[in-house]
Structures are given as C-alpha cells and as structure tokens.
C-alpha cells in the first residue's frame, strides 16, 4: 500500500502540475470564470459520488454551512478564478512556478491569525527567501517590457493569499467540527458550484466544446482529475503517509509546468527565471525545517518539565 501512495504523489503532482496549460488552451474559446465554472462542475460530480458511497454526508452538517460558504469562496471559487487569470496573463510555466509558493503564504496566514506558527531564524529565512523568488519573476523594475504581466502575478498572488488563508480558516474552525476530509470536501466545492452558477454569464460557454484539446484538457484535465480526483487521491496520501510527507507535493507542480511550458507549449523561460523557482522552492523547504525544528525543540521543552515534575514527585496538570 505504501508503494501505491508513493505512486499516487508522483501522480498527484503531474495532475496539478498540467493544470496550467489546461487553462491556457482553454482560455482560448472562454472565459476565466467559465473555466473556473465548468471545473467546478466535472470536479464535483466523482467527489460528491464517492462522497455518497462511502455514506459521508449527513443533513446535520448543515449546521455548519457557513463555515462551508467561507471555505467555498476561499478554498475554491476564488482561488481558481484568480489562477485562472493569471495562467491567461502569463506563460503556463511561469504561473506554475508562481503556485509553488503557496505554502508561503500559508504560513504568513498562520503566523498572522493564529499565533502558534514558530517564528524562528531558519523559518523567517525561508519566508524571505520564497518571496524573493516570486520578486524574480514579476521583475516589478521593468515590468513594462518582456512576457512579464504584472496583473497575471498579481493574481496568482491573490489565489495564492487566498487558499493560504483558507487553511487557516479550516484549521481553526472546521477541525475541531471532527468532519471528515471527504465531506468536507464535497461541501466546500458543491458550494462553490452553487456561487458561481449564480454569478457566471453562460453565453458562448458551449464555444470551448469546438476545441477538442481544450475541451479534453478541461473536463477530464481540470475537473474529473485536476479537481475531483486529485482531492481523493490527496487524502490517500495523508492516510497512507501522513500530512507532513502529502504536503511535499507542492513541490512537483512548478517543475511539471515548467517542463511541459517549454518542452511542449515552446514557451521562453529565462536563467532568471530558473533562478526564481529554485529560490520558491528552496525558501519553502526551508520554511518547513525551520517548523519541524521548532516543533522539535518544543516537544523537548514539555518533556523536560515534565522529567522535572517527574523528579520532584509532582504530576504535571492534564
């Protein structure tokens, strides 16, 4: 089973990693938010059936729509809209190097709102250094030259800030509702689809079935597996492996961009910018090293008091 998980990340990373050019190719015939939409559409439906196989909805999870609306904006219809028009702005490759700064942003979220992020040299290293990738590729000095457009980074920014603050949101307010990931899931994008259905002018939307390879790219691409399957196979991955190695998946993505921008879509990508995605990924390994370390040094710090309390005939108070 293990061999199948590891598998599954390789796997999970080309998905999300194609994701990109789907975009691109489909942004030909539609519009973002008529990308964003139909992702949505062909996401949800193997989610929410396997969702209703394994009997994880229930009507009493209602209660607690409003945190599925926060995490439906968040989580999904924000963050793909603005990806999405951002892959329009900008090269595929770059905007997958660009997503590979996420856990960036997530961390500045956490450190922001919950107070109980480490804060220490190597992690504040790593943040800097992330960030400095990302300044490598806006190239804000001379942004009004070259393939560089400064609203496409901007919202690749703003997806980025977006889905960071979404695991904040779900770490404080729906992890302590014990749900499981599936429903979870199931609610956050059936939301979504709710919210977009409502806000997304459908006219000329048909166009993209005219383009085979776009169409392909995003039913099957972007939604039955950039979006519906990749969640299942994510959280297989953290059951078989845990969350700290399912997370190194972010890794993959920007490379995978990378290589299929320029092998395939023949897209120009400088030394300056494999320098940017180095320093991305580098500040992000980073990041989390200095978290573990710090995580460390904690565990160590309680099993000293309580060694000393141990000592002293005491116990410590549960």
Not at 225 to 241: K, R, S
Not at 264 to 277: N, Q
Request: charged letters at 10%; proline letters at 4%; glycine letters at 10%.
């Amino acid at each position: 089973m293990k061999r199948a998980a590891y598998i599954a990340f390789l796997l999970l990373g080309l998905i999300w990693g194609s994701n990109f050019i789907f975009v691109k190719w489909a942004v030909v015939s539609i519009s973002p938010l008529q990308i964003v939409l139909l992702r949505v559409i062909f996401g949800f439906l193997p989610v929410a059936a396997f969702a209703v196989f394994k009997g994880a909805l229930d009507w009493r999870h209602l209660r607690y729509a409003h945190h599925f609306l926060v995490m439906s904006f968040m989580a999904t219809a924000v963050y793909y809209l603005a990806f999405a028009k951002g892959t329009a702005l900008l090269p595929s490759s770059l905007a997958g190097m660009l997503s590979g700064a996420i856990p960036l942003f997530t961390f500045v979220c956490a450190w922001l709102f919950l107070r109980d992020e480490p804060l220490n040299r190597r992690s504040a290293g790593g943040v800097v250094l992330g960030f400095l990738g990302v300044l490598l590729i806006a190239q804000p000095w001379h942004s009004n030259t070259g393939q560089i457009n400064p609203a496409g980074v901007l919202y690749m920014i703003a997806g980025s800030l977006s889905v960071g603050c979404s695991f904040v949101y779900a770490r404080k307010f729906l992890s302590p509702l014990n749900l499981s990931p599936l429903a979870l899931t199931t609610y956050q994008i059936g939301f979504a689809l709710v919210i977009l259905l409502a806000v997304t002018d459908l006219n000329g939307i048909s166009a993209i079935f005219a383009d085979t390879r776009a169409s392909i790219g995003l039913v099957l691409g972007l939604g039955l597996l950039g979006t519906g399957f990749a969640y299942i196979v994510y959280y297989f991955i953290v059951q078989e492996l845990g969350a700290v190695v399912a997370s190194g998946v972010t890794y993959i993505p920007p490379v995978v961009a990378l290589v299929i921008g320029t092998a395939w879509a023949g897209e120009v990508v400088t030394v300056l910018d494999m320098a940017a995605m180095a320093a991305i990924l580098l500040g992000v390994w980073i990041l989390q090293s200095g978290r573990k370390e710090s995580s460390q040094k904690r565990g160590q710090a309680a099993e000293s008091v309580i060694s000393a309390l141990a000592r002293a005939g005491k116990r410590p108070v549960p």
